[in-house]
């Protein structure tokens, strides 16, 4: 269901259906996410970083995830096929997480 313009203004949130579940998002959330300098928050990290993305994510585009390892030092990207937003359970995830950790905390 879309609201209108003025019915999301009045409400002050908008409710989204996903895997069977409705989620409440206020106003204030969109508003955020305007309000989000993304170079400016990734410029203070100084650690490694890995990014994994889902090519198959439909709540995240790629190119965040893209312009957000140009931003950061010592970082990496790995982009998992046929992986949506949600990592359940992903052996790949875990073996890329485990392999991360076992090179950058030693």
């Given at each position: ?48 970083v890995l990014i994994l993305h889902g090519d198959k994510d439909d709540i995240v ?13 010592n970082s990496k990207l790995e982009v998992i096929k046929g992986l949506g937003h ?21």
């Amino acid at each position: 269901e879309r609201l209108s313009k003025e019915e999301f203004e009045r409400k002050g949130y908008v409710v989204k259906k996903k895997d069977g579940r409705e989620f409440i998002i206020p106003k204030r959330f969109f508003e955020e996410i305007l309000e989000v300098n993304q170079k400016i928050i990734l410029s203070k990290i100084r650690c490694p970083v890995l990014i994994l993305h889902g090519d198959k994510d439909d709540i995240v585009p790629l190119g965040d995830s893209e312009e957000g390892v140009k931003l950061l030092e010592n970082s990496k990207l790995e982009v998992i096929k046929g992986l949506g937003h949600k990592f359940d359970g992903n052996d790949r995830v875990f073996e890329l997480s485990l392999n991360w950790f076992k090179e950058h905390l030693k």
